[in-house]
């Protein structure tokens, strides 16, 4: 029998692989949608790079943010839950307006069937950074909507049972990414402490 660990394993980062994911392909659309830009002379879909680079950022700097925390900067930053998900919202609303018209312009022009294929593969991307981005907007939402308040100084997030009686998971995504990284004897905030 294999020796068994005391310390419970730690829960799978989906928060940090979207994150990685929004961050990775912005190299592989950026080539992509560029090429169909140039090659069509169309703005659309090429026009996707605005809220794709805007996601590239914002995933870098969230990731950036968490893995100072998780080596115990003391560096703060004003990014809260509800900015992060502002942000998530106005990024997947504009990635998800340019899709539909970056569909309807494409439908226009079917007697060039590469310029069709290499626009619809530049739209891929923008549709997974489109369901990344919506994912943890409408994962805060419900947090938001489900959690009741808390008024404690130290706490970032609420943890527990909301208003609807649906027991919420004890992650959050906007709390840093890689909590399990560090010291794990030592106390994570001040209410363990007591």
């Not at 970056?102 to 626009?119: A, C, K, P, R, V």
């Not at 943890?136 to 009686?165: Q, T, Y």
Request: overall charge negative; hydrophobic content about 45%.
């Amino acid at each position: 029998m294999p020796p068994t660990s005391t310390h419970p394993q730690p829960a799978t980062p989906v928060p940090v692989f979207l994150r990685r994911i929004a961050l990775v392909q912005y190299a592989f659309c950026w080539i992509l949608l560029l090429a169909h830009g140039i090659a069509a002379r169309t703005a659309l879909p090429a026009l996707g790079l605005l809220p794709l680079t805007s996601s590239a950022l914002l995933s870098g700097l969230l990731l950036h943010r968490d893995a100072l925390a998780a080596a115990g900067s003391p560096v703060q930053t004003s990014l809260s839950a509800q900015n992060v998900m502002y942000c998530d919202l106005v990024v997947a609303g504009v990635q998800l307006t340019l899709l539909i018209f970056s569909w309807i312009d494409m439908s226009n022009h079917w007697g060039h069937n590469s310029l069709t294929i290499l626009g619809t593969y530049g739209t891929v991307f923008m549709m997974v950074d489109c369901g990344i981005h919506f994912y943890f907007a409408l994962k805060e939402v419900f947090h938001i909507l489900l959690s009741p308040k808390c008024d404690c100084p130290h706490c970032r997030s609420v943890h527990g049972r909301g208003r609807a009686g649906i027991s919420l998971p004890e992650d959050d995504e906007y709390t840093p990414l890689q909590s399990d990284v560090g010291d794990d004897s030592a106390p994570q905030d001040a209410s363990e402490q007591v």
